[in-house]
């Protein structure tokens, strides 16, 4: 659900977008890594899956908000995308049904969009594979969608318990969608690239047989809450 102060029927067409350099710096880093760097944070709700397994998706969000069951704007924010762009769609009320399918997939990615988020549903997903085009949704429903009624392209949108940005940075994979504030781009970067190191040097100590009460230093804790061992 929006505030209220939510604008309706406002197209902004330019975007503050972070630059090329700072989303390539983010792209390949996995959405759990990414949620640990900036505080836990930027997390969407759990129920936002992809629609085939496998997709992956790093870009500046462009955001469109749709009313109930309306899917007029998702063809409005089509004449916006710019190269690389991850559309992030949110709705003002929760309600099932399919506002995308293959011929706004086509469209979107002749318009240079890496893949969509959006917080209700979508349909013609066996399509969506086979063209390379990675969406996450909250709902499959075949059910149709009208074209009658205003929202808005590029405004700041509530997807999922989570607040988006227009040029915010959107992350995208199998464990869900995660949130990078623009401003906070190259030190979610610096540290995804710290963790994925050290990461890295655990995985080769748990590989070799090493446990983690070990390396994490459990024991004395575990005893001290009364933990027992018995034979």
């Excluded at 390379?132 to 709902?139: A, E, L, Q």
Aim: aromatic share 6%; with cysteine.
């Amino acid at each position: 659900m929006q505030s209220a102060e939510t604008e309706i029927g406002v197209v902004h067409t330019k975007v503050r977008r972070a630059t090329d350099a700072q989303v390539a710096a983010l792209q390949g880093f996995g959405v759990a890594t990414v949620h640990e760097v900036i505080g836990r944070g930027g997390l969407m709700e759990p129920y936002m899956r992809p629609v085939f397994a496998g997709a992956q998706a790093c870009g500046n969000a462009v955001t469109v908000l749709l009313q109930p069951g309306d899917n007029w704007m998702m063809h409005v924010v089509a004449e916006i995308i710019q190269d690389g762009d991850v559309v992030v769609a949110g709705i003002t009320s929760d309600c099932p049904g399919g506002y995308f399918g293959d011929l706004l997939a086509t469209s979107f990615k002749a318009r240079g969009a890496k893949g969509l988020i959006i917080d209700a549903g979508v349909r013609d997903t066996a399509q969506y594979e086979a063209m390379g085009f990675p969406v996450w949704s909250k709902y499959v429903c075949a059910q149709g969608t009208v074209k009658d009624t205003l929202g808005s392209v590029n405004v700041p949108i509530i997807c999922a318990g989570q607040l988006v940005r227009p040029g915010d940075i959107v992350i995208a994979d199998d464990d869900g969608v995660v949130v990078v504030p623009n401003e906070m781009a190259e030190r979610a970067a610096k540290g995804a690239l710290a963790r994925e190191n050290a990461e890295a040097d655990k995985r080769a100590k748990f590989a070799k047989g090493e446990l983690g009460l070990d390396m994490y230093s459990m024991r004395d804790g575990l005893k001290a809450a009364g933990l027992r061992y018995v034979d």
